[in-house]
């Protein structure tokens, strides 16, 4: 093999090239995402009323769908209320109904939705919860 | 089975195909049925209002400028309907026009002054054979079951095809975003986003909560709706008894809204 040494080290920067944002981030901290649920407005409804219209596994794997549907049911059929898995009914309503609960969307919708980086247009029309963002980063 | 002959042959193949079509059949619409029936996730609220086709009467002898200004104002408040006053880009949901340009094929040369410039109160006229539903290649809007013509506005790819097939002129397209010409936003009902058609809803969103239209309950009785199938209905006794026009009803839309002049 002619150059054989050119070739190896040439090779050994290249593997060390290739896989340096790998052997960069060993040991560093991974960004987390941790939606919070902790609105002042769900704190103060009782122990037992503190629950989603579905379970949080549905939820959180579904709910993308089940607001389609909810627009659906609701836009083309005039259908407006919700009977979920226990039976009871909620209001169909994103604006009326989600984010009366969860007024928190820069830590409830975004968190999730910026790292996994999909841009729902939800905002685009429906209006979102007034948040004092600025106020939080203060204290 | 050597001894089966031709003719025991057939009748088992018969029954044993009605059994496997018919049967299966059967099965698939009975189980559908009980399925559907046992979780109905989707439901109209007891009080929501309820008709095979909405219609309206406009009294235009009980309009007046302050009537007029009251339902245009309640209706744009209560939708979010931005104001802008550039006349190439305003969003109208309902406002007022003159008679002779809301009926222009009544005009006439000789026709009383005070009855060409009189105050008509126009809106989407929610048609029975609505053009701009036949022409709107998304579905984006569409009839509903009880005559309302809707919007979809998660639909609307924002083509106009609508706008030119009206010939009402009930539609609006939003040039620019209008949240930046709403003053006080109503948090109940959405916003629209640039380049979206948008127009009256007949207040969708207030019958299934069981409220009149948002113009009906600023009119103080100019403005009259009810279910037009409906024989014992305010609606169709008004018009069973009255003479009352409708905007440009030659064309074959079918318009749902009704004047009395």
């Given amino acids: 093999m002619y150059d054989g040494w050119k070739i190896i080290v040439g090779l050994i920067v290249f593997i060390a090239f290739v896989t340096l944002p790998f052997t960069w981030s060993t040991g560093k901290e991974y960004l987390k995402v941790e939606p919070k649920i902790d609105t002042p407005e769900i704190q103060k409804l009782p122990e037992a009323e503190r629950k989603c219209v579905e379970s949080k596994e549905f939820m959180r794997k579904e709910h993308m769908k089940m607001l389609i549907d909810w627009r659906d049911a609701v836009v083309r059929d005039g259908k407006t209320l919700y009977v979920n898995s226990q039976g009871k009914s909620f209001n169909m309503s994103l604006q009326n109904t989600c984010m009366q609960c969860h007024t928190n969307k820069s830590k409830f919708c975004d968190e999730c939705h910026n790292y996994v980086g999909v841009k729902p247009y939800c905002w685009d029309c429906h209006i979102e919860p007034k948040e004092n963002i600025k106020k939080e980063a203060r204290l | ?261």
């Fill in chain 2, 1 to 261: 089975m050597s001894n089966i002959d031709r003719r025991h042959f057939l009748k088992l193949l018969g029954i044993g195909a009605f059994i496997g079509i018919g049967g299966s059949s059967l099965f698939e619409i009975v189980g559908k049925g009980t399925i559907e029936a046992s979780v109905e996730q989707y439901k109209k609220v007891p009080e929501a209002f309820q008709a095979k086709r909405w219609a309206m009467v406009i009294d235009l002898k009980k309009l007046d400028q302050k009537i007029i200004n009251d339902c245009t104002e309640a209706c744009h408040r209560i939708h979010n309907v931005p104001k802008i006053l550039d006349p190439k880009e305003e969003i109208k949901w309902i406002w007022e026009e003159k008679f002779k340009n809301a009926f222009p094929e009544m005009k006439d040369d000789y026709m009383a002054p005070e009855i060409k410039n009189m105050r008509v109160l126009v809106l989407c006229n929610h048609c029975d054979n609505p053009p701009c539903v036949r022409v709107c290649p998304t579905k984006a809007t569409f009839k509903r079951k009880d005559g309302i013509v809707m919007m979809d506005m998660h639909r609307c790819i924002g083509c106009r095809f609508c706008m030119a097939g009206c010939p009402y002129g009930a539609r609006s397209f939003n040039w620019k975003d209008p949240r930046q010409y709403i003053k006080d936003e109503n948090p109940e009902f959405p916003f629209r986003m640039r380049g979206v058609v948008e127009k009256c809803t007949f207040c969708y969103e207030r019958l299934d909560r069981g409220l009149p239209p948002a113009c009906v309950e600023a009119s103080k009785g100019a403005i009259i709706y009810g279910d037009i199938t409906d024989p014992n209905s305010e609606i169709r006794k008004i018009l069973s008894s009255n003479f009352a026009i409708r905007r440009k009803a030659k064309l074959g839309t079918k318009p749902s809204v009704y004047y009395l002049l």
